[in-house]
């Protein structure tokens, strides 16, 4: 026993000094040692162990047999970080290490708890340490195939610049593979529609130099690594559509869902076996040496500020063991997210929509494009190949992307009275019209924020506002290159701003449109709020709950003023999806890139009616964004602005067969079979009908057959309409349909 402990602590010891034994330490079998040291707990699906000191000794699922800790793990399950003042007289980042704590295992009943009287923090002189009196008990129940974790936090010291300010719960360090080899495990990651991360492992363990950003335009603060160089991280809500995560290898996986309905601003968060961030040039060879390891840790990350005198409860992390491919992982959280998350419930006119079409009339240098009276001639082009809905942008006299908050008519567009009139006549002509207002920005510029606007803003820690760029897009160097406009972003609980947003849905059904759509509603970052004007209890508290308070509002006051009127949103968040008719979507999973995902939102919120998004690396490739778009049951933006044969069929498709393609249920792979892989094939499904949508996205003719059993086949929509059968050519980027009736 005595043995044992030292040789742990020397490991521990080798990692934090980077000398090269760290990896032999990896190599002891972590669990041969010493009854009466180990606590365990165990029943036919997952067995779990913490060692005297609370580190995590062993994770294996009991249903295939299978350990998925590659390593000992050299640290009890949790990280934390506190803040004391500001750099002037402390810091805002001090690490509460995970070792050298004087921590007690126990167990009761079904958990284990582990429990600190008090921590040692790191001081800001480098290798100073300080007494905490701060209390911490991390708990792991074990219900079925999932062990559900929980921390309290009691923060009893005296000074008020001192709390909590990070907690990762848990850290769970060493993650080896699911039982068939690091190559064969995929990571599925939330970041906007999905993104399925084939041997993650290698990823995160042979990136070298600081990472990389993946962001909104040019926009630092919509930056975030989430490409593996050096880790994954995420935060929620937006990037990350949904607070849950899975590494998966076919037939079993290991799920990481944040259970929290508090909403509070989440950072989901997978990395190499060390756990350290590394920024370029930093990454010595000894550290390189143990994070060579074929190893991960994995968290969820919360900002709970537990402020002196305070005591915080920590919602639920659930880790599960599951057998099953990563459906398995998704219905684990969607049934946890319909115990209380809103579901989408939208006209049915927008249920049956196969997008819209777009038009700016004012763009962001002031010039004018077309005028109200154009629109209804909008409106007459997007029919003409089956789009009923036009969006339209820029209406304002202030131009798109200036002035924000601040919207009015322009009489040199045609005024008041010509855009009441423009939507009238697309009214009058079965059309239906919906008018872009901005959710969250600021402009600096408008006489809104020099009288009043600043107290709106989201602060930072510093007091000062978070800014964030978008730039303009004019073909002279000015608008397109010299151009830096910085927007201030309004915290969602700052008193008012949820009238604000009202004003601007009255106004805009006022004019006669169909609906509002707010810019960045859906999403942005979840800013953390440190102004004390606003309506949150904690900093990290101010968008999640406060945005679904505001769309609540909005809900109803447009509702309210007509049924069938639309609350539209851009950017992807299940927790405000229910509140909405229509997402406008942004970023990987929505346009086509091999690690594109958008099956991992799509199958886990399928009743969002969410359009695609032509962007990334192929946005030149229209056919493919769209084929890609269709695959997933995506309506169209931008749809109907040009003649175009293979859109025309499509939105053609998506019309013939709108009870099951557009009303239908996103089921994914379920139900039926294809024979090709290098085909793109998912099911939806409506009552006792299935249709398989099949879309080739090779550069070769592909022949593919689908075998549905227990269901025949009713209609076969192959690109030649003299083709019939469940089995046929599909050409280079073109698309089938296949629909199946119950037997
Ligand atoms: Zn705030």
């Known amino acids: 026993m005595e043995n044992r402990r030292s040789f742990l602590s020397k490991a521990t010891l080798g990692l934090a000094t980077g000398a090269s034994s760290a990896s032999a330490a990896s190599v002891a079998a972590p669990q041969e040692n010493a009854a009466g040291e180990?606590?365990?707990?165990?029943?036919?699906?997952?067995?779990?162990?913490?060692?005297?000191?609370?580190?995590?000794?062993?994770?294996?699922?009991?249903?295939?047999?299978?350990?998925?800790?590659?390593?000992?793990?050299?640290?009890?399950?949790?990280?934390?970080?506190?803040?004391?003042?500001?750099?002037?007289?402390?810091?805002?980042?001090?690490?509460?290490?995970?070792?050298?704590?004087?921590?007690?295992?126990?167990?009761?009943?079904?958990?284990?708890e582990l429990s600190y009287e008090s921590l040692t923090g790191a001081m800001p002189q480098t290798g100073k340490t300080r007494e905490l009196q701060i209390g911490l008990l991390v708990r792991v129940a074990l219900e079925g195939d999932r062990l559900i974790?929980?921390?309290?936090?009691?923060?009893?010291?005296?000074?008020?610049?001192?709390?909590?300010?990070?907690?990762?719960?848990?850290?769970?360090?060493?993650?080896?593979?699911?039982?068939?080899?690091?190559?064969?495990?995929?990571?599925?990651?939330?970041?906007?529609?999905?993104?399925r991360i084939e041997a993650p492992y290698t990823k995160v363990t042979t990136a070298t130099g600081p990472a990389q950003p993946t962001g909104f335009g040019s926009n630092p603060t919509w930056s975030y690594s989430d490409t593996g160089a050096p880790d994954y991280r995420l935060a929620y809500p937006y990037p990350a559509c949904m607070q849950w995560f899975t590494f998966n290898n076919g037939q079993e996986g290991l799920y990481f869902g944040s259970h929290d309905k508090t909403l509070m601003s989440t950072v989901l968060n997978v990395a190499s076996g060390s756990g350290e961030r590394r920024s370029s040039g930093g990454a010595g060879p000894a550290r390189a040496g143990a994070d060579a390891e074929k190893a991960m840790s994995a968290s969820i990350v919360k900002f709970p500020f537990v402020s002196a005198g305070e005591t915080w409860n920590s919602e639920p992390v659930v880790v599960q063991l599951y057998r099953g491919d990563w459906h398995e992982a998704a219905r684990t959280y969607r049934t946890w997210a319909d115990t209380w998350m809103r579901k989408p419930d939208p006209p049915q006119w927008v249920r049956r929509?196969?997008?819209?079409?777009?038009?700016?009339?004012?763009?962001?240098?002031?010039?004018?494009?077309?005028?109200?009276?154009?629109?209804?001639?909008?409106?007459?082009?997007a029919?003409?190949?089956?789009?009923?809905?036009i969006k339209i942008d820029g209406w304002n006299k202030e131009g798109f992307d200036d002035y924000y908050p601040e919207y009015s008519l322009d009489e040199a567009m045609g005024g008041e009275a010509a855009l009441k009139k423009a939507l009238a006549q697309i009214k009058q002509a079965g059309g239906k019209s919906f008018l872009y207002t901005q959710g969250q920005l600021i402009d600096p510029a408008s006489e809104w924020y020099r009288t009043k606007g600043q107290r709106f803003a989201a602060k930072d820690i510093w007091g000062y506002e978070y800014r964030e760029t978008y730039g303009g897009n004019g073909s002279g160097a000015f608008m397109g290159v010299m151009r830096n406009k910085w927007f201030g972003v309004a915290c969602p609980a700052a008193p008012g701003w949820g009238d604000q947003l009202v004003s601007q849905a009255r106004m805009v059904l006022g004019f006669g449109a169909q609906g509002v759509f707010y810019d960045q509603l859906g999403g942005g970052p979840p800013y953390i709020c440190f102004s004390k004007e606003h309506q949150h209890s904690k900093p990290s508290l101010a968008v999640g709950p406060w945005k679904v308070k505001n769309f609540q509002q909005l809900r109803e006051v447009?509702?309210?003023?007509?049924?069938?009127?639309?609350?539209?949103?851009?950017?992807?968040?299940?927790?405000?999806?229910?509140?909405?008719?229509?997402?406008?979507?942004?970023?990987i999973g929505f346009y086509v890139d091999p690690e594109s995902f958008g099956e991992m939102f799509r199958y886990t919120f399928p009743e969002a009616i969410v359009t695609n998004r032509v962007q990334g690396p192929e946005q030149s490739d229209r056919k493919k964004q769209f084929g890609h778009a269709f695959s997933l049951g995506l309506r169209f933006e931008g749809a109907g602005r040009a003649q175009d044969p293979y859109m025309t069929r499509l939105i053609a498709l998506y019309n013939k067969h709108a009870d099951i393609l557009l009303e239908g249920r996103f089921v994914d792979t379920e139900g039926f079979l294809c024979d090709n892989s290098r085909v793109s094939s998912h099911a939806l499904v409506a009552g006792n009908r299935m249709a398989v949508t099949l879309w080739n996205p090779t550069d070769v003719a592909q022949r593919a057959g689908v075998l549905a059993s227990g269901y025949q086949l009713e209609t076969a929509e192959w690109q030649d309409p003299s083709w019939s059968g469940p089995d046929h050519w599909i050409m280079p980027g073109d698309v089938a349909v296949l629909v199946f009736r119950r037997s």
């Open 38 to 112: 180990r606590y365990e707990l165990s029943n036919e699906s997952v067995r779990v162990a913490l060692d005297s000191e609370g580190r995590l000794m062993e994770l294996t699922n009991r249903q295939t047999g299978n350990a998925y800790l590659a390593t000992a793990s050299r640290h009890a399950p949790w990280r934390m970080y506190y803040r004391w003042n500001t750099p002037l007289d402390g810091a805002l980042e001090l690490e509460i290490p995970t070792d050298g704590q004087k921590g007690r295992v126990r167990r009761q009943g079904n958990s284990l």
């Open 558 to 587: 447009v509702k309210a003023h007509d049924p069938d009127a639309i609350l539209a949103i851009e950017l992807v968040a299940d927790c405000y999806a229910g509140w909405v008719d229509l997402i406008h979507s942004e970023g």
């Open 353 to 381: 929509t196969p997008g819209w079409s777009g038009s700016t009339l004012k763009g962001q240098s002031g010039r004018i494009r077309s005028t109200y009276a154009d629109l209804p001639d909008v409106l007459k082009r």
């Open 383 to 389: 029919q003409a190949v089956g789009v009923n809905l």
């Open 149 to 195: 974790w929980t921390a309290r936090i009691d923060n009893r010291e005296k000074d008020k610049g001192l709390e909590i300010s990070e907690l990762w719960l848990p850290w769970i360090y060493g993650i080896g593979n699911m039982g068939m080899g690091p190559e064969a495990d995929a990571l599925y990651w939330p970041t906007r529609g999905g993104r």
